[in-house]
Every structure is written in C-alpha cells, then in structure tokens.
C-alpha cells in the first residue's frame, strides 16, 4: 500500500486561537494537501469557510475534490460558498447516498429539518458532480472513505432519540448511515479524519483498522461526538481508546469542552486541543 504526505488544516471548529483574524463556528471543515492534489472535507456550517480559507491563504480554487462527512448543515452548509470559489466548472462532491434524506428531529411534538440545507439540483448547477458510495474505497492513492460504518460496541449509540428519516413514505429512526471518516495511510501507520463519528469513534476505529489491515494510528483528528452522547457513552469511550496504540489524538467540533479536558487528562501528551488553524502534518 502506497501511503500518502501532506498535511490537514482545520478551517472551521469550535474554536480560534487567541487574537486570530479568522472566526468560529458551531461545524467543521479541513483543508488537505497531499501529493495528489488538495481537497475539502466538510465545508463548516458555511459563515466561516471561504472567509478563513483565506486568512489561513488555502487556496479553494485548486481543490479536485470535496469529500461530505455526512448530512447536517454542520459539515455541508458551506458548500455553496465553496462551488464558486473553485476553479473547475465541475467537483466531484463524494457522499452517502443518504446525504440528501428527508430527515428531521422532533421535541415537544415540533420538528426541524435535520438533513442537509441544500437540494441537489441546486448544488449540481453550481458545480457539484456528486460521487456516492456506501462502501469502503479509495478516493486517492493511500486515501480512503469508510463508507457504512457497522455499529457493532454495546455502548454508542448516544444522541439518536429524537432523530428520524422518511423513507418511502415511513418514519423510522435515523442512524445517520450516511456518516463517514477518511482513512489516510501514512508512513507511521493510518490518520483517521472524523466528521461528527456518530457510528461512534470506537466503531469507526474498528473498522479502520479491519479494512486498513493497519492497527497503529498516526493520529485522530475531528468531531468525536462524546460531549453530547451522554456521561456513560463519554466515560466507557475514553476507557475504550486506551486500547489502541494512537500517537495523536485531536479531538474537535462536537467533542465538547468538558469531554476533551477529561481526555486531555486521561491521554497526557497524546493529546492536542483543536482549533482553526492548527495544521498536522502527516
């Protein structure tokens, strides 16, 4: 297996650094350069992507893919701000085939379109060739896309009681199939890039790991998802990744503040706080 340099930029999370020109949001977006090429994965909620591209000085204009972590408008609202910025009349946009489910949540019998913000002719005019898969692939040499990730631990499964999809004219829990992550061999073992990981970060390693054929983790960098999953799914998850052998961990965006001090502290030097801006090289 041919394993791939570069390095990943995050243009959008949570957090700046300190007297920083560039702005956060509630989402997330990474800017990858690699030998074959640059690319976006997710595009943010979409006040802040092109805006911090900028300042950051990573050029959209020459990315040849953008690849959609999953669905909500968290991970895939800056797409349209993105499409103009791109010099090729066409991307291709690699996704779930679920990206553009009729989804939604409900709470106090209200419900909110929970999917992404966007149909897809729209996105088609302004650029998009999407490219959708629902399996494990290769999306350039030594990169890869999980497709489906099975949902096999006893313990995630948080964060799902309110969130349905309409298919074929029936309501039925929502489990976010269409969630994904990157799998980047490098030459210290693979880089797992997480949306939001709601199969859960443990299933999505584990899967990494069965289809990489790799166990050793250069790094984890993105949305985990834990701060919002519950106490028990957070708790049983940190005790979870100390069973693997993990160089960096850089837990983002959905974390959440508490869950990332409590890994901070379980994980020592391992550790890093995302923010925008912050590059790993790989």
């Known amino acids: 297996m041919k394993t ?6 995050i243009l959008t999370d949570n957090t700046v650094p300190e007297r920083s020109n560039a702005i956060a949001e509630h989402g997330f977006s990474a800017f990858l350069e ?3 090429g640059n690319f976006l994965f997710d595009t943010g909620k979409g006040k802040t992507v092109v805006h911090n591209a900028a300042i950051l000085k990573k050029d959209l204009a020459g990315i040849n893919k953008i690849v959609l972590s999953h669905a909500h408008g968290d991970h895939t609202g800056g797409l349209p701000d993105v499409l103009p910025a791109v010099s090729a009349k066409q991307v291709d946009v690699f996704a779930h085939p679920d990206i553009f489910a009729d989804r ?10 929970g999917g992404i913000p966007f149909i897809k002719g729209y996105l088609e005019k302004m650029g998009a060739r999407f490219v959708f898969n629902n399996e494990y692939r290769e999306i350039e040499e ?7 990730v099975p949902r096999e631990t006893s313990f995630e499964g948080g964060d799902m009681g309110n969130r349905y999809v309409i298919r074929e004219g029936k309501v039925e829990p929502d489990v976010i199939l269409d969630d994904q992550s990157l799998v980047i061999h490098v030459e210290k073992g693979i880089l797992i890039v997480l949306g939001c990981a709601h199969a ?4 999505v390693i584990n899967h990494a790991i069965k289809m990489s054929g790799v166990d050793e983790i250069y790094g984890i960098i993105g949305g985990t998802h834990i701060g919002l999953s519950g106490d028990a799914q957070r708790d049983k998850t940190i005790e979870a ?5 993990i160089e ?9 503040a508490e869950a990332m001090c409590l890994m901070r502290n379980a994980f020592g030097n391992i550790f890093q706080f995302s923010h925008v ?5 790989f």
């Not at 791939?4 to 930029?9: K, M, N, P, Q, V």
């Not at 939604?104 to 379109?113: A, I, P, V």
């Not at 030594?142 to 489906?148: C, D, Q, S």
């Open 104 to 113: 939604f949540r409900e709470k106090n019998d209200q419900r909110t379109y």
């Open 142 to 148: 030594g990169v890869f896309l999980t497709g489906e």
């Open 248 to 256: 960096h961990l850089i837990p983002a965006h959905c974390t959440g």
């Open 277 to 281: 801006g912050m590059t790993f090289h």
């Open 4 to 9: 791939a340099r570069g390095s990943l930029t």
């Open 200 to 203: 859960g970060i443990v299933n």
């Open 34 to 36: 690699t030998g074959e």
């Open 241 to 245: 990744l100390k069973n693997y052998k």
